[in-house]
């Protein structure tokens, strides 16, 4: 199968010599939901601005959809739809009349448009509320309004940018399906950023995570989290500002058998180790012998928050779904 996108050492400077991004490349096969992984300002948003035609890039190669991103933008942006991270409607049309607005935009002929406008309302489930003016609407439902107007000329490649920011997570997990409908039934190639984990890990095929405008790892979910090759133990102490304290028990934990890691991470420590379950007990009685007692302690198999720390030194701040699989340790 062919690349659909294809980046080689793209550089993003700003006018005030900011370097956005610093020679990434990747590709992407068509047919692919491929996800680009990465906090707040790590340079996400501005490769999909590049690609998709809204920035100019300071150097590299970008072809997408089989146009040269230099020599063929009108080209390509025939063939693709943006979702952005704000919601794109205007309040005071009806949610059909939005979509009518977005055909006539893509020169979308009367017959054609009206069948489509009919089938996207019925896929995001919004029929019932086609004739309301969109200003009365949810901010899951303009959302979802927002997501069939990307899809009104059956575009080819379908970028997503942080799409289910501040969503409930009801309105969340029926974007999600929506998505996952569009790439396995409708073959629709997606290029999709976030920062939220469990969003990466469901939706996406492969993908890239990305730290200061560099590629820091890339494969399947699965594969990064196996190539860390251990499970995690995360540990809070009574005050994390306390810097003895801490330093104290990290050397403590480094002593432990079995133990291969301890890092730091916002307040808590996390330690590495082949298995969690045999060291957790050896942990727990070094700390005690210490007199340290523990806020709380869990252990969980990797996630790709671990990858994230395994290859920065830090997490990834997304609280709000950065969801692990932990289980208790009852002391």
């Not at 799409?163 to 997606?190: C, F, M, V």
């Not at 540990?235 to 432990?256: C, R």
């Not at 291969?260 to 330690?271: F, K, L, P, Q, R």
Request: glycine share 8%.
């Amino acid at each position: 199968m062919s690349d659909i996108i294809s980046v080689e050492n793209l550089v993003e400077i700003y006018a005030d010599g900011t370097k956005a991004l610093d020679g990434i490349s990747f590709a992407i096969e068509e047919g692919e939901f491929f996800g680009f992984l990465g906090p707040n300002g790590a340079g996400k948003s501005t490769t999909i601005k590049i690609l998709t035609t809204l920035l100019r890039k300071t150097s590299g190669q970008v072809k997408v959809a089989g146009y040269d991103l230099d020599t063929s933008p009108k080209e390509i942006r025939k063939v693709i739809g943006v979702l952005s991270q704000e919601t794109i409607v205007d309040v005071d049309l009806t949610g059909k009349e939005n979509l009518r607005l977005q055909g006539r935009l893509q020169q979308m002929r009367s017959a054609e448009l009206e069948s489509r406008v009919e089938e996207l309302l019925r896929m995001v489930e919004l029929e019932e509320f086609a004739n309301k003016p969109a200003g009365k609407y949810s901010g899951g439902m303009k959302k979802r309004l927002d997501l069939a107007s990307a899809l009104i000329h059956k575009p080819k490649l379908l970028f997503l940018d942080e799409p289910t920011t501040g969503l409930d997570p009801q309105s969340r997990a029926s974007i999600w399906e929506y998505l996952e409908q569009l790439n396995k039934k409708d073959g629709i190639t997606i290029f999709l950023t976030t920062q939220y984990l469990e969003e990466a890990d469901r939706l996406c095929r492969r993908l890239s995570i990305i730290d200061h405008g560099k590629v820091i790892a890339g494969g399947s979910p699965t594969e990064l989290k196996q190539a860390i090759g251990h499970d995690t133990i995360t540990l809070t102490i009574k005050d994390p500002t306390d810097i003895e304290m801490m330093s104290k028990t990290k050397m403590i934990l480094q002593k432990v058998i079995g133990v291969s890691e301890v890092i730091d991470s916002h307040g808590s420590i996390t330690i590495h180790a082949k298995n969690a379950n045999e060291v957790m007990a050896d942990v727990v009685t070094a700390l005690d012998h210490n007199n340290i007692r523990p806020m709380s302690l869990s252990m969980s198999s990797p996630t790709l928050d671990d990858v994230f720390l395994h290859h920065t030194g830090r997490r990834i701040r997304s609280e709000e779904l950065a969801v692990r699989t932990t289980e208790p340790f009852l002391m």
